[in-house]
């Protein structure tokens, strides 16, 4: 596993195609940290990937973040962890969001078995 501190966001690489990835506390994720992020991933994992989005804190996306968030052709899967109902609530509105590319996505209450099913969907 490597550990990367991109400053608003911890990225944890767990295989060469998947990576889990922890939002730091408050942040409100913009255009530019979709950016970092996206890049993160293309230069980090090998397509097709999986991608753990771990929502064990509290943040929000601006309006144009929640549209562009997660369109990289390269993501195979989207799983999300959720704590309590309204992380859920918002993770099901930001993957209601039109965007270009669909999400093949799945939420969870239990990081394994969301690792689990990432890995059930190479």
Not at 68 to 96: M, Q
């Amino acid at each position: 596993m490597e550990l990367h501190d991109l400053g608003f966001l911890k990225a944890i690489k767990i295989k060469d195609d998947l990576a889990e990835f922890i939002v730091n506390d408050g942040v409100e994720f913009d255009l530019p940290m979709v950016d970092v992020y996206h890049n993160w991933i293309t230069t980090h994992l090998t397509a097709p990937c999986l991608v753990l989005v771990n929502k064990m804190n509290a943040y929000t996306y601006t309006f144009e973040a929640q549209r562009i968030i997660g369109t990289l052709p390269a993501i195979k899967a989207v799983a999300f962890v959720v704590y309590n109902r309204v992380s859920e609530i918002t993770t099901n509105n930001l993957a209601a969001m039109p965007r270009d590319i669909a999400w093949n996505k799945k939420i969870f209450d239990n990081r394994e078995e969301a690792i689990a099913w990432l890995e059930s969907q190479r």
